[in-house]
DNA sequence: TGAAAATATGTAAGCGCTTACATTTCTCTC
DNA sequence: GAGAGAAATGTAAGCGCTTACATATTTTCA
């Protein structure tokens, strides 16, 4: 059988035309693409230039087959359309490369039933380890990996009581922290915007860390006025309004995010409410969206970038059999903005 | 030689075990994976029931060596930090995987040698196909993806003196029309801040447009205040500062981009300028923030989710030798809001 | 009813590379 | 200058899959 003759596949130059044409054998071309070090001057000079000359590539199927890794890392964020993610990644991707490695990223929209199936697909193309957000996750899924061989590094959580390696910050004790200052600052009447908390240990923890704040300072925790709504300026908006519609509305609304946060926002102007003087709003993240508008917001800031670089540092160390390295916290901090207030007395 | 006892790679199911397991050749078991249709019904579930009780999955590499095909498709785009990148690329990756492709993203941080450098990469990885920003590149690039195989669509611009596969918008046509209606609203004195035009046919094209419009009006084309500047809101904000030190400060400042106008707005707003009354302000690209701000930004909206989608069906089909389709061009809008008005008199 | 056509399955040859091990060629050291 | 050790290179066995072609089985219809 001959499929060399395909009429649309071109005849590529195979490492062992390289080696016929330096006068080689395949074994040393290889050595020369892979360890150089192990080939002398004189011979790497001579193979590289018929590379050069023939202007030969190596066959990625050819190469993962034999080396048994592709040299692609793969990660799965909830979407490519928030900053917060983007940016994280931006710096996952130029760590990577520096490494010789890349990334292949896929989204979830949020969804852990198109998670899994995600996940399924990157190792499926190859992925030899992979980076995931937030620990909360079907454990069969994780069975699966530890099965494949591939390893997983969890960031943006940070839970000393998950036993796999993870990059991230604790959550909850950062929202503690604003809620704290928020409660300080004498308001009582406390309104929250998060994202589903269902699957979402991140959005979970920071209402955890709203109501630590409450207790600590002796208002009940089951007074806090709650709305869970997907991710979008549109529906911080729309929660925003219905907080405001209550018989005894929210004297601050503390945000799970800096989008919702936006959103409250929009609707406050659009209400012809005053922020801070008649409502108070927070947000978490501290993307570039919380400086743009107008008070800017006060929020919690993140440190995506490093979380991104740590966290391919960290993956490509557990490439290949690496121990799996211990938790890692990084800090946030609070950033205090234009658009938190003592509440009108 | 025996790599199986390597103590780190656990020992996966094979396809030659399923096929033990199912009692048929390995031929009827890759077939049952593939082409479902050639296998008998009993056949296939006595196949797929061995699949599921191994927890077979595929080996990438082997597949990709004797299919000669990876499934992957791979973009690079400017950076994952934009959001008009980010929507069209989240579009683009949902069709994909329609049609169970994957994508490999990369970025070039606006670099040409990085963007290169990006290209040769995903194409070692086993990119099928390569989906890029814009026709402005060395033509060598095109050399060597031709020499490859590998099919190219180029997004983002539609320019018909361009032979290859691409899909896009007129920037230079929209533009044009923008810079129209500022003209007509009685503009003469026009400031532009636009992205670096070398190696960016998109930021080019834009700057063309305004020249054009301006030439129809008997303006010098050669009297628009330009200035050039990298992506981000402070360089917006930084140009916008300069125009407005000038001994005529322009009436209006067309901007290449709406991160480039929000940051030329923030700046008006610190100057103390009443936008759109002491000068007007446009964006291009109709992303969120244009209508976060206050007031929001009169710009050009850019069907970006449509184009990602339409550019995963063309470049679906260019993969194994689909005829390259004629270029496309899409339909954007002019989207009038605040922060354009007639020069005060 | 039997031969041709259609369908289902098996056989086995690669795909292009990496790398364990074998072999050859240098470098020392005494 | 001989022997030991190090360095450079070669040999060839897979890696796990797809698919052309061969073979076996069933269907179709004159």
Redesign the pocket.
């Known amino acids: ?4 003759l ?1 009429d649309t596949a071109p ?9 016929r044409a330096a ?13 150089p ?8 000079d001579r193979v590289l230039s018929a590379v050069a000359a023939l202007g ?8 993962a ?5 592709t040299g692609i890392i793969g990660a799965i964020i909830p979407t490519m359309e928030n900053a917060i993610f983007a940016r994280a990644i931006q710096a996952f991707q130029e760590e990577l490369h520096l490494s010789g490695q890349t990334l292949l990223v896929a989204s979830s929209s949020y969804s852990p039933e198109i998670e899994a199936d995600q996940i399924r697909t990157l190792v499926a193309r190859g992925a030899d380890a992979l980076l995931l957000i937030g620990h909360d996750r079907d454990p069969g899924i994780y069975a699966f990996l530890e099965q494949r061989g591939v390893p997983v590094l969890v960031s943006w959580a940070f839970d000393p009581a998950q036993a796999r390696a993870s990059i991230g910050f604790d959550n909850r004790r950062a929202m503690a922290g604003l809620a704290q200052e928020v409660l300080q600052l004498g308001h009582r009447n406390i309104g929250m915007i998060s994202a589903h908390a269902a699957g979402n240990d991140r959005a979970r923890d920071r209402i955890a860390g709203v109501r630590d704040a409450l207790r600590d300072h002796g208002v009940d925790p089951a007074a806090l006025d709650l709305i869970e709504t997907p991710y979008s300026i549109a529906n911080g908006a729309e929660a925003m309004a219905r907080l405001m519609a209550l018989p005894t509305p929210p004297t601050v609304v503390i945000c799970g995010n800096d989008v919702l946060a936006v959103g409250a926002l929009q609707m406050a102007r659009q209400l012809g409410l005053d922020v801070p003087r008649q409502v108070s709003i927070t947000g978490f993240d501290d993307i570039e969206l919380a400086t743009v508008v107008d008070p800017a917001l006060t929020t919690v800031h993140v440190p995506h970038r490093e979380m991104g670089r740590a966290a391919a540092q960290l993956l490509v160390g557990m490439v290949g059999g690496g121990a799996a390295p211990a938790p890692v916290c990084l800090e946030t901090k609070l950033c205090f903005r234009g658009t938190l207030a003592a509440p009108r007395t």
């Open positions: 059988m001959n499929r060399r395909s005849n590529l130059p195979t490492l062992a035309d390289v080696a006068g080689v054998s395949t074994a040393t071309v290889s050595r020369c693409l892979n360890s070090a192990l080939v002398q001057t004189a011979t790497r030969y590539s190596p066959n990625f199927g050819a190469r087959l034999a080396a048994r890794r």
